[in-house]
């Protein structure tokens, strides 16, 4: 008979079968079979339990039953557990469910962890484990033989937790193999597609390392959906949603369908935000595609402008923060002298000159301006400026005008240049040339903090719009503020071939709803009014703190238990911090206290380190973490905005800044705590409202 369903596969169901003795696999393995088959109850050895609305099923396999739910074409395997010989099928379902902390026709385990308990300070009474830790035991799990002296002195669950110079990916199968998870919890966790059943025995012996990560229909649409239209394709989608997932798998289908049409080495480039995204984008495409991996380039869009201006023999010396606004200055009195106009005219741009902050003109004439490439005069005055709150007639631009002209030659004098004027510099010299490296399919992700000379660089590098690809969430942009599709390319229109993604895989409906709430007007986009999340948990918390101690304190009680709580090591951990040196302050504050912190710049960011990771709000984007806090606020004075700010341009600055907290606030999978000074006066640091966050006291009593 032929097969009707796909079968996948909860992590928990791998540990199970990992820990399966050798002379059960043949049997366990036709019944999975079956259930590829036809998973329906058949009142023999197919059974509907009364668990999960109803959504639970097991089957029988001599002494061992095969837990599972299925729906539309795919049968997902949950458990895999023996029943004890002194128990019939009814009790045994009881027993082993009733273990698993299920409801009664619901998925709402019985208790949530309590915010204080992360805050007490007394140390609970630790878990000894059930077993002894093995050198058989760590053969069957896979772990390294250069793992097992330390692993087999280990007699608790602390202590395993703790052990060091072991990656978490090993002690998490030891935690699984030795502890039950909740079902509600193993239900939450990812499925993974097993393409065979006989994959299963491959994966026993050790041939088959990790199974590929299963899409979800609506992520899957995405996947293989409009290859064929006239133009590019945009799907868009909030944090945790899946978009650069969808990503690396349209790769996969764009090879798919370059190969069945001739194109017998097709070459894919492939964009990411980030240094440490370019990283594990490899690896996974390495997985998803195998040999087929070395036909895509991955890169940050940034790095792929560096190799156009280098091969083009153009030198790139950018100019530090300091030195531009330095230069900015000289440029705005140049300017001055050169305004054209009557009196009045001119009297009314030197005003409006001398109402914008550095920071403020310099973003008008980087991102704007020369990020926009706006060629002429005439160009500026007929521009939109989304996002952008501070009001410019068209006399005022003409000021703008002169002190961008002005930049731009002292620039030219001192030899140096901005990113923005880089990105801009690299676009042209493509346009001229006549020889330049092309690709067959162009997939971008994050699009949504790229200035437009960027992407029309990687518009002119596809061969064809309709493989073009683009991933955004506008309300993830913490930098720039804004654009029209179509003011960075004629070919990009997406009428007809915009996708949205609802789904929050990543964070609990708790923390994507209160991290919703507090983005509030900070929005560059309307949200979709549906958002739906697989996974549920506490509400995030939010404490106030009166100084740098109390802060360090706090974060070195709640940091390992909220690891414990998730079942990880403390390098599940992150601390998000406004600046460089306060996140280099909350590190050091951590190890002084005898949590092992590390703060780690964008670069140097290395998410396999066993320890808390302390970064900067900014470098977080893109990444994820089970347990998050945001700190670090107190010797800052967030946010650090310019002196003798005007209104219009501080509730832009503030607009940009509240993006940048939400998408910190969403790097949270489980858990999320904010520390706020208590003294603060920042808007950026108020707003959260008591429904969604919980606002409680701290161990000393302390009022949030």
């Known amino acids: 008979m032929a097969t009707n369903w796909l079968t996948t596969m ?5 540990t199970d079968w990992l820990k399966l003795p050798p002379k059960e696999l043949h049997q366990v393995l036709e019944k999975i079979k079956l259930l590829e088959q036809d998973p329906h109850p058949d009142a023999k050895v197919k059974k509907q339990l009364k668990y999960l609305d109803g959504k639970l099923h097991r089957i029988r396999s001599g002494d061992y039953r095969i837990f599972y739910t299925f729906d539309q074409k795919y049968v997902s395997l949950l458990a895999l557990k023996k029943r004890a010989e002194d128990t019939y099928d009814e009790d045994y379902d009881v027993e082993f469910l009733g273990g698993l902390d299920v409801e009664l ?38 772990i390294p033989p250069e793992c097992h002296a330390r692993l087999i002195q280990l007699t608790t669950r602390d202590a395993l937790y703790d052990c060091p110079g072991i990656p978490d990916e090993y002690l998490l199968k030891l935690d699984e193999y030795m502890f039950e998870r909740p079902l509600v919890q193993v239900t939450q966790q990812p499925d993974y597609l097993l393409g065979e059943v006989e994959d299963l025995l491959r994966f026993k012996e050790g041939e088959l390392v990790s199974f590929l990560l299963k899409l979800s229909p609506d992520q899957e649409k995405y996947v293989n959906w409009a290859l064929e239209a006239s133009g590019p394709t945009l799907v868009k989608g909030g944090p945790g949603t899946g978009k650069s997932t969808i990503a690396l798998y349209r790769i996969r289908s764009l090879l798919k369908a370059l190969k069945s049409q001739g194109v017998t080495a097709p070459r894919i480039l492939f964009t990411t935000y980030t240094n440490a995204l370019v990283t594990s984008s490899r690896q996974l495409l390495e997985q998803l595609l195998g040999e087929d991996a070395k ?17 083009a023999g153009k030198q790139h010396h950018p100019v530090a923060d300091e030195e531009l606004k330095a230069l900015l200055r000289r440029a705005k009195v140049r300017a001055k002298s050169h305004l054209e106009g009557n009196a009045i005219q001119k009297t009314s741009q030197e005003l409006a000159l001398d109402r914008m902050s550095e920071n403020y003109l310099l973003e008008e004439i980087c991102t704007l301006l020369v990020g926009r490439q ?27 005008w002169q002190v961008h002209l002005a930049l ?5 004098e001192a030899q140096k240049t901005t990113f923005s004027h880089a990105r801009s510099d690299a676009q042209k010299m493509l346009a001229t040339s006549s020889v330049r490296e092309t690709y067959d399919a162009v997939v971008v992700d994050e699009a949504q903090d790229l200035e437009p000379s960027v992407l029309r660089i990687l518009v002119s590098l596809c061969k064809s719009p309709n493989r073009f690809f683009v991933t955004a969430d506008a309300n993830q942009s913490i930098y720039g503020s804004g654009f029209s599709w179509q003011d960075v390319h004629t070919d990009l229109r997406f009428q007809g071939r915009t996708g949205v993604l609802r789904t929050n895989y990543r964070s609990t409906r708790e923390i994507g709803e209160a991290a919703h709430s507090y983005l509030s007007n900070g ?68 190890r002084q206290l005898g949590v092992e912190a590390t703060f780690m710049p964008g670069k140097e960011l290395n998410l396999s380190r066993r320890e808390v990771k302390v970064i900067t709000l900014k470098s977080s984007k893109g990444l994820e973490f089970p347990v ?27 607009s940009v800044e509240r993006r940048t907290m939400y998408v910190a606030m969403t790097r949270a999978m489980r858990t999320l705590l904010i520390l706020i000074p208590a003294q603060t006066t920042s808007p950026l640091l108020s707003g959260f409202d008591p429904t969604k966050w919980n606002l409680g006291t701290n161990q000393e009593g302390v009022k949030a």
Not at 408 to 412: A, H, I, N
Not at 536 to 557: C, H, I, K, N, W
Not at 630 to 647: M, R, V
Request: net charge negative; charged share 30%; glycine share 4%.
């Open 105 to 142: 026709g619901g998925d709402t385990p019985k208790t949530q962890p309590d915010w204080e308990k992360f805050f007490a300070t007394h140390e609970p009474e630790k878990t000894k484990l059930p077993e002894a830790i093995t050198p058989e035991l760590l053969n069957m799990l896979r």
């Open 374 to 400: 706006l060629e002429t005069l005439e160009e500026y005055l007929k521009a939109a400026r989304p996002g952008r709150r501070m009001s410019l007639n068209a006399n005022q631009r003409k000021g703008v």
């Open 10 to 14: 909860k992590p928990s169901f791998t």
């Open 295 to 311: 036909l895509v380039e991955v890169q940050t869009a940034d790095s792929l402008v560096w190799s156009i201006l280098q091969k």
């Open 408 to 412: 731009l030659e002292l620039l030219k």
């Open 628 to 654: 998050v806090a945001l700190a670090g606020f107190q010797d800052t004075a967030y946010p650090n905005q310019p002196p003798n700010i005007k209104e219009d341009e501080k509730a832009e600055y503030l």
């Open 523 to 590: 929005s560059l986009e309307a949200e979709e009014a549906q958002r739906e999340y697989i996974n549920t948990g506490l509400p995030p918390g939010a404490r106030s703190v009166e100084d740098t101690e109390e802060e360090a304190q706090l974060l070195a009680l709640f940091l390992p238990k909220a690891a414990r709580e998730a079942r990880m090591s403390l390098g599940a951990c992150a601390v998000l911090c406004p600046t460089e040196n306060s996140g280099r302050s909350v590190a050091a504050r951590l």
